[in-house]
């Protein structure tokens, strides 16, 4: 084995095997076992829980198994509908979805059904597309379960910056590129039409990474605060629509070209940095 020590290999493939025995019922080691040692979801209490990207396969463990097991989901617009497929037949689906202009329900609304589902005994599932710490109004959630006394847990999921760096085929940090990687929303509330300034970013932004969730269709606004950030206007941009979905879109393109290039449909990342330089060699 090139590079490989074959005896170390076979050795700790044995203490594994120990730890984890292949049985004809259980051959998939180690991660039958990890969802057999999981709990179900439980009575009463509420998990804040990241669906992922998207694609149901890039769901985590933990989260298929609470689908599974869940009395109640109350799941955000985004969420994918082969992910929904996956809840138990037992399992009520809920939409709680929340749109720009769209008042169907507020978010006080999703807090108040998520006690009142807790309090009637039922386990409740709290979807939401990515990660749920990011951009998805985990600190109002969390505050009013702790204010009502709710018991609850939150379980991570891959946001869809590290899914768009997949499909792009790109790090998000290089030794000679990015030194670190810098999340944001491309829009904010109570914006007034034609405004820029979505956002102010910190100086010397040449050794970062940006990921813009939520960018909107407002490309030139966000080229302008790009460059009146110090960027310049050959930087490496992409655009990553529906990433990890089958109705996924990929544009590269500079920030001057950003300016002038049509939205890609919803949900879109806006990602920039020298590591998306298709040409440039980098020290990973």
């Not at 018991?151 to 998000?172: K, M, N, Q, R, Y």
């Not at 879109?249 to 330089?277: D, I």
Request: charged share 20%.
């Amino acid at each position: 084995m090139d590079g490989l020590d074959a005896g170390k290999v076979a050795e700790n493939t044995m203490k594994a095997r120990k730890s984890y025995p292949v049985t004809e019922a259980n051959k998939f080691w180690p991660v039958c076992d990890t969802m057999k040692a999981m709990q179900n979801a439980e009575a009463g209490k509420v998990y804040l829980t990241g669906a992922g990207p998207g694609d149901p396969g890039l769901l985590t463990v933990r989260a298929h198994c609470l689908l599974a097991t869940a009395d109640v989901v109350l799941h955000d617009g985004l969420v994918d509908a082969a992910i929904l497929q996956l809840a138990g037949a037992q399992t009520r689906v809920v939409s709680v979805a929340k749109r720009a202009g769209d008042k169907s329900i507020t978010q006080p609304e999703i807090d108040a059904l998520m006690i009142q589902e807790a309090r009637a005994g039922r386990s409740v599932l709290r979807l939401k597309v990515g990660d749920p710490l990011l951009f998805g109004r985990a600190a109002d959630e969390i505050h009013a379960l702790r204010q009502a006394g709710i018991p609850f847990e939150i379980v991570p999921g891959i946001t869809a910056a590290l899914a768009a760096a997949a499909a792009l085929e790109s790090p998000l940090t290089a030794r000679d590129a990015s030194s670190g990687v810098l999340l944001l929303a491309g829009h904010r509330a109570g914006r007034t039409e034609g405004e820029h300034r979505y956002f102010r970013l910190p100086e010397n932004l040449a050794s970062a990474t940006l990921a813009l969730y939520m960018p909107g269709s407002d490309y030139a606004g966000l080229a302008h605060d790009l460059a009146a950030s110090g960027l310049p206007p050959e930087t490496p941009c992409a655009v990553i629509s529906q990433c990890s979905l089958p109705g996924q879109q990929m544009v590269r393109l500079t920030l001057a070209e950003l300016t002038s290039h049509p939205a890609l449909p919803a949900p879109a990342l806006v990602m920039v940095g020298r590591v998306f330089a298709e040409t440039e060699p980098l020290g990973l």
